[in-house]
């Protein structure tokens, strides 16, 4: 990883054997994840020295995560959960770097064994990390008989600024620039045609991606799509009760959670000096979200599993990227492309899309409303799994990507 000057050691490293990305060359770096003992034993150090606040006066997670359950997660955390294990889970997949546009860019790419395999473009969002995708990567690259001819080679990175792409070091790292970096990704890795999905951040990302690289982009699978109430309240009325009830269910849960956004779009460095210090801070900040985003009954291992969560953490922490991944929300906010000038004509997006929308989820899309801006050519609904789909269920996650891109694939 490139660090610079004034950033501290990084826990993580390229493999020795190969020479450190370049701009100019935009070499692809084989990348090992190696975590120093000395990182992990701090981080028991800290977790055994917390200082834990006074319990919560209301019921349940009603004002932010209870103290008894983070207590018990992070006593797991500390006496329970094997890192090393998950160290080489991740590293029993090709992994690499690159440099693209002054940015370090980590990701897995796991070529199918079937012939014709799609090229397909996987993006997380906040708080997730590459770590959302590991459960599905066998059943795509390598699919059982009789979806042998829906097979694909991945490319999974993480977003510059989180886990381990590390800490970015410059400014303008908003939704399109990320887009137009895994342009060059793609075509440094010689995949001129390919399909892409993402949630979350992963989703605004994907979509930019379908209008700044179209002509390569064969299509654009989402399980999120931001659709907000009319400005016309004639819309509104129009539509069924379900509808209506997704629109307010949607305004519901911005008021509730609009902090967290408010805060990363506001304050990203200042919160990060909490989060970089205290690993229970970074694990409270990411497993709030896990429990509210999430098809969860009552706590976040309802839907994800314990050990996938805390790995997720990890990267945050072993990293310290909790600054720099909240920077998204800081770049969105002020970004010349988040919103379109004043008067200008929407050009019409170039990319088929599907939608898949997981009945959990906080935010379920209209569909009415999607294809007023999208040419939507799949849509799914499902009655369970949340915000996290490819991690709460990874089998409908894979079905319907499968059944999605099928249309474009070539040959046998």
Not at 369 to 390: I, K, N, S
Request: aromatic fraction near 10%; avoid cysteine.
């Amino acid at each position: 990883m490139n660090v610079s000057p004034d950033s501290p050691p990084s826990p993580v490293s390229p493999s020795s054997s190969v020479s450190p990305p370049s701009a100019a060359s935009g070499a692809l770096t084989p990348f090992t994840l190696a975590v120093p003992q000395r990182e992990l034993d701090e981080l028991s150090a800290r977790l055994a020295a917390t200082r834990w606040p006074a319990a919560a006066t209301g019921d349940g997670w009603s004002q932010g995560v209870p103290l008894g359950y983070l207590q018990e997660l992070t006593a797991y955390w500390a006496d329970g959960y094997d890192w090393r294990a998950q160290e080489a889970e991740l590293n029993g997949f090709p992994q690499f770097t690159t440099e693209i546009d002054g940015a370090t860019v980590h990701f897995l790419h796991i070529r199918s064994p079937r012939p014709g395999a799609l090229p397909l473009l996987l993006t997380h969002g906040w708080p997730g990390s590459v770590v959302e995708f590991l459960d599905v990567i066998g059943p795509l690259t390598d699919p059982p008989a009789p979806a042998g001819g829906d097979a694909f080679d991945l490319v999974i990175p993480s977003l510059p600024g989180y886990g381990l792409s590390g800490p970015t070091t410059g400014p303008g790292w908003d939704v399109r620039r990320v887009a137009r970096a895994w342009a060059e990704l793609m075509r440094r890795l010689g995949h001129d045609r390919y399909g892409a999905q993402g949630g979350d951040w992963g989703h605004a990302i994907t979509l930019e991606l379908g209008r700044v690289d179209a002509a390569h982009v064969v299509g654009v699978h989402v399980n999120t799509l931001l659709t907000p109430p009319p400005e016309d309240p004639a819309v509104t009325a129009a539509l069924g009760d379900d509808d209506r009830e997704r629109l307010r269910r949607t305004a519901a849960a911005y008021t509730e959670m609009a902090g967290y956004a408010a805060l990363q779009s506001s304050r990203p460095q200042t919160l990060g000096y909490a989060l970089t210090d205290s690993p229970v801070g970074q694990l409270a900040w990411i497993v709030e979200k896990f429990g509210e985003w999430t098809d969860s009954a009552g706590a976040p291992e309802d839907a994800v599993g314990r050990d996938r969560l805390l790995t997720n953490v990890m990267l945050y922490w072993l990293t310290r990227t909790a600054s720099s991944s909240a920077r998204l929300y800081w770049e969105h906010a002020r970004s010349p492309h988040t919103s379109a000038p004043s008067g200008s004509v929407p050009q019409p997006y170039p990319t088929p899309i599907g939608v898949a929308v997981f009945g959990g989820d906080l935010a379920r899309p209209v569909r009415r409303l999607a294809e007023r801006d999208h040419p939507v050519a799949h849509w799914t609904e499902f009655d369970r799994g949340g915000h996290f789909a490819a991690l709460e269920q990874p089998g409908l996650f894979v079905d319907d990507v499968r059944a999605f891109f099928r249309r474009f694939r070539t040959g046998p």
